[in-house]
């Protein structure tokens, strides 16, 4: 059976179940780990709610909407979170300076052997910390999840990593140039707005397909995912950092370069594992970026979503903070080396 094709066989049937339970129960163990050491460190867990009058406003996430009725028979637009960012910050606003939660998320259409719909994502943060740190508490949780597991590597199918070992930091701009001959930097002007023209030129000449009307965000987008990140996290995992500016909608710039703002990914075995920011606490700025994110969503999709006024009110009070969110399931996906998502799912979306 190819691993990217679900099984046929439901998996609430006996005989898969029992195939399954070998992972679902390392599962548990990473989560506990996982609760301990974060506790250890001082954490407190939280338990954001789902529904939020704004799923998240970047232009290529995809909410799933529904309507909350009142007592009076009337109707509210809300939707399920896309993260439970929002309100995190909204908590880190009222005092807590370390927080963190494993919550079940929805994204809408994405679906695959590393997307669901329905996920688990955990988040958390470190209020007066440099977002450096959550680079070391990442790698932490990986060698949690492969201890637990009984795994001396992280697999994806042929691929491996090995978490133990000091991971690979690299800059967006280095990445580009190192795996796809692409100066990326000489696209972006010094105040952090882009030229499109000039990336598209070195699109044609690197042979990677474009269309008339692709943003300087969509090209860029289109290098890192044919290009980049199946060569990251190879044999030791990869922390992809230095994001441009305009990729990174709730991180804050770089002190003294415009260009490139306080954002990485974590990768292993080429899998997007975890994303993490130096957080942007300045409200005008804020809206500024998510205003422009709905008119790019508008645009390609014809819709948009609510900004979240709330959340941007309490931006003006909340301290400066690092945070980051990590795909739980592919953690254990890669720690105990199941090939599709719902397979360390209790109970996988239909």
Known sequence: MNPASPPSTPWWSPSRHADRRPILLARNRIQAAIRAWLAGEGFTEVDPAALAVSPGNEAHLHGFATQAIGNDGVGRQMYLHTSPEF????????????IHAFSHVWRNRE?????????????????????????????AFLRLAAREAGASVLRFRERTCDPFL?????????????????????????????????LGAELDR????????????DMASRVLSE?????????????????????????RKVPGDARVAERFEVYACG?????????????????????????EKARVYGESYPLDE???????????????AMGFDRVVMLATGAPRIEEVMWTPVP
């Open 87 to 98: 309100a995190m910050k909204k908590l880190l606003a009222a005092g807590e300076r370390r």
């Open 111 to 139: 679906r695959g052997p590393l997307h669901s719909p329905e996920f688990t994502m955990l988040e958390w943060y470190r209020v007066g910390e440099g977002y450096e740190v959550l680079m070391d508490d990442t790698m």
């Open 166 to 198: 000091e991971p690979e930091r690299l800059s967006v701009a280095d990445a580009f140039r190192a795996h796809a001959g692409v100066d990326l930097m000489a696209s972006i002007r010094a105040d952090g707005t882009t030229d499109a023209g000039r």
């Open 206 to 217: 690197i042979g990677v397909r474009r269309a008339a009307d692709d943003t300087w965000s």
């Open 227 to 251: 290009k980049v990140e199946p060569k990251l996290g190879e044999g030791r995992v990869t922390i992809l950092d230095l994001y441009p500016a305009a990729e990174a909608a709730l991180a």
């Open 271 to 295: 899998v997007e594992l975890a994303n993490g920011f130096g957080e942007l606490t300045d409200a005008g700025e804020q809206r500024r970026r998510f205003e422009a994110e709905m008119a």
């Open 310 to 324: 709330e959340f941007l009110a309490a931006l003006e009070i909340m301290p400066a903070a690092a945070g980051i």
